[in-house]
């Protein structure tokens, strides 16, 4: 196993700051940092009509899909995809080699309002991304904490 | 990769189901969505083609046990087992943290059954993970079928390494030793999670205090 990324309140505190920035400046709903095997980093907006950890598998899916298809046209990978729908829109870009941001929106916005501010604050949660503690989790526990029961109960 | 949020005060893991192509990897956890505990678990997304292949991967979502006020989440996926997925497999693997390899206990699915385990060796080196590091355990399926051969044939096969890990003789269509493999995978995943919290005494360590939840926007509302 990898290191270990810790949040810390302070971390999320700082994330949010800088993603609640984003989606007023971009009038945009929703935005998800994830890394790129899927996991939710931060996330921050109207998260009561979506499943985030659904939404952050497939876009971690689809954005590593479309990678094979930038090398056909000689690029290393596509660094900002964008879904159109009929009301929703979802736009992703890369952040850095580990992580990605998605950012769905609705007709208050535009596509290319969204990509502007996207870039600036993608470079932000890069750097405090930089600067997580990855040198130990500070979270232990006994055998006996996760042994008492099984994990996954068959109903 | 797992992930640790003292905010939101949530460990994430990713679990991949591993195995040849129609060996029961997804109908493992179809059984593991029908039998949990709804509250528990997200919805079941499977990427399959017309005829219910796996094409990308299937993913379900889980919630686990709260240890020390934190909940485990537990993401499970599979890959496709099709030999020509293999990129497909590469990206799944990616950031995983624990392996369920299923292997299909048909005479004739021994070849493919080596081939696999070979691959999903390969496949984790390419991230600079030894499969000797990772949490995983064996399921032997399909063991209600005739044409199967023994366990400890299948034990020399597959887990004849220095380190031995746990086999299950499971049935994935009956539910037969899913969850027992899910929670032995899990536990040890789990302890070699607290094993690795050693922080430095120069590093701050993150206090785990009570938060309120996020500030959740409405639609058009400002900041």
Known sequence: MNAIPVLTIEDVATLDGVLAEFLKKAEAELTVVIDRGGNVISQYGDMTVMDVTIIAALAAGSFAATKELARRIGEVEFNALYHQGNGNHMFMNSVDDDTIMITVFGHRTTVGLVRFYSAATAQSVATILKSLSREGHGFSFDASDIEAAPIFVDQ | ?223
């Open chain 2, 1 to 223: 990769m797992s992930i640790i949020n003292y905010a939101s005060r949530e460990i994430q893991f990713k679990i991949v189901y591993y195995g040849p192509a129609l060996c029961g990897k997804t109908t493992n956890l179809g059984y593991i969505h029908q039998r949990i505990n709804p509250e528990n678990r997200g919805d079941l997304v499977s990427l399959a083609t017309a005829a219910d292949r796996t094409l990308f991967f299937d993913f379900l979502p889980l919630n686990a046990v709260v240890i020390k006020g934190f909940v485990t989440k537990f993401q499970l996926y599979t890959v496709p087992g099709q030999v020509i997925y293999n990129a497909t497999r590469q990206l799944v693997l990616r950031s995983v943290d624990g392996v369920v390899y299923v292997a299909d206990s048909q005479w004739e699915k021994m070849e493919e059954n080596v081939e696999s385990f070979k691959n999903l060796e390969d496949n984790l080196a390419k991230q600079n993970i030894s499969i000797d590091e990772i949490p995983y355990v064996l399921q032997y399926n399909k063991r209600d079928l005739e044409n199967i051969a023994p366990v400890n044939y299948l034990e020399y096969v597959l887990n004849n390494r220095k380190k031995r890990v746990q086999s299950f003789e499971v049935i994935s269509s009956t539910g037969q030793n899913v969850f027992a493999s899910l929670n032995a995978v899990s536990q040890i995943l789990l302890h070699k999670f607290s094993k690795q919290s050693d922080v430095p005494k120069a590093a701050a360590s993150p206090v785990a205090i009570p938060v309120e939840p996020p500030v959740r926007l409405k639609a058009g509302a400002g900041v």
